[in-house]
């Protein structure tokens, strides 16, 4: 999967989740997370999805979490840095909401190094 297709299954995330349609956006999503994806690819997934509501968008990320899925934290962790702008105690409260839900040490790095890191 190169860039250009990323930014695409992001947008095709974007609106789903928009319409509330988490189990269907996390059909579409978990293919990619299931392979060895580059965190390159993830992050950009992460970038198109996380700029849509707030409300809508965390409910999806708390769905990918619940998965625990290596691929799962950076779309999580890229998401939740594009709404450090707009809500930044909110998206450190997320964080270590999923940090805490990943459980494992490379889920605390991921999530840190992406949204308290650039924060």
Known sequence: ?????????GRRLAGLVES?????????????LS??????????????LGG?????????????????????WPVIATALRGQLTRDLPGAFERCQRHVITADIWYGADILGERVPGPA
């Open 35 to 48: 392979r060895r994806t580059p965190f390159t690819v993830l992050d950009r997934i992460g970038e198109t």
């Open 52 to 72: 849509g509501s707030l409300p809508a968008v965390n409910a999806f990320l708390d769905h990918v979490a619940a998965h625990k899925t290596l691929g799962g």
């Open 20 to 32: 509330e349609r988490i189990e269907a956006a996390y059909a579409l999503l978990a293919p990619v």
């Open 1 to 9: 999967m190169n860039r250009r297709e990323a930014e695409a299954l």
